[in-house]
């Protein structure tokens, strides 16, 4: 057994000890999109092989308890955007060990509501099929067909430009919402 002592010397000597701080990141507000004045409610994680003990955004902690120690967290946090300027947020990440990780993340002020453009309307019968794009300078979120009291969403990919075609009756409506929560109306012939 005497031979083992070697052995278990080296392997003690290879361990590393973490000296690596934590990743910590946002998932939303998505694109970095934030309306001037609006309160948002904005997601994150943070990720640690040895756990993950604190994270605090502008100096606040905003772990919840059940979560501290975990190697892959989550959290989230309410964002008062003002009305006008830039805003910025601090996120700070603490591992098992002490290692701190911090990151600043400038989120855009975004008051500009999507645009709604029709290319070209179809008329068959009862029914129109519009061709068309919507943009928006932060990104779109979500597109929906207004008919009558009934919300249809359409099934389209989010980007900056959104190419959609639909198929209604006279008098329906597109409405549009951007990454910052803004909203777009557009009538249909």
Known sequence: MWWLWPLVLFLAACARPDALPPQVGLTEPQGGGVAPGKSVLAQGYAFDPSGVVSVRVNGQEVLPQGERGKRLVHFRFRLQAPSSGQVEVRLEAEDARGNRAERRLPLTLDATPPKIRVD??????GL???YGVVEDNVGVERV????GG???PLSLPKGTSVAFVVETRPGASLVAVDAAGNRAVRSLP
Do not use: I
């Open 128 to 130: 129109l099929r519009a």
């Open 144 to 147: 929906s067909l207004r008919e």
């Open 150 to 152: 009934r919300w249809v």
């Open 120 to 125: 070209r309307v179809e008329r068959e019968g």
